[in-house]
């Protein structure tokens, strides 16, 4: 079994900045792609950011220049800097990870978990 356990939301001001953390635990052999993920009400998920197992980023255009993706291998974590939010940053975050896993004599090489949510609310 493998858990995807998020921290750091929060209530901000605008222009404020946050620091959110996913860290995996279980039976994790390697890690693929990480990332987190946004859903406000009323709307559907996007991705906000993604990280390869090499360290390759991309981000979504709406938070280039504001987020930073990065991961520590060695705690299996990847972290999200969150930097100048503004109101429609408000969103539950959640964390994805691409894991590869064993099931019986079965072997999936790329296996998609998902964290529980971080709430993430920019007001003043």
């Known amino acids: 079994q493998v858990q995807l356990v998020e921290s750091g939301g929060g209530l901000v001001q605008p222009g404020g900045s946050l620091r959110l953390s996913c860290a995996a635990s279980g039976s994790i052999f390697s890690i693929n792609a990480m990332g987190w993920y946004r859903q406000a009400p009323g709307k559907q998920r996007e991705l906000v950011a993604a990280?390869?197992?090499?360290?390759?980023?991309n981000y979504a255009d709406s938070v280039k220049g504001r987020f930073t993706i990065s991961r520590d291998n060695a705690k299996n974590t990847v972290y999200l800097q969150v930097n100048s939010l503004k109101p429609e940053d408000t969103a539950v975050y959640y964390c994805?990870?691409?894991?590869?896993?064993?099931?019986?004599?079965?072997?999936?090489?790329?296996?998609?978990?998902w964290g529980q949510g971080t709430q993430v609310t920019v007001s003043s």
């Open positions: 994805n990870a691409d894991i590869p896993k064993y099931s019986g004599s079965y072997y999936y090489p790329t296996y998609d978990y």
């Open positions: 990280i390869t197992s090499g360290g390759s980023t």
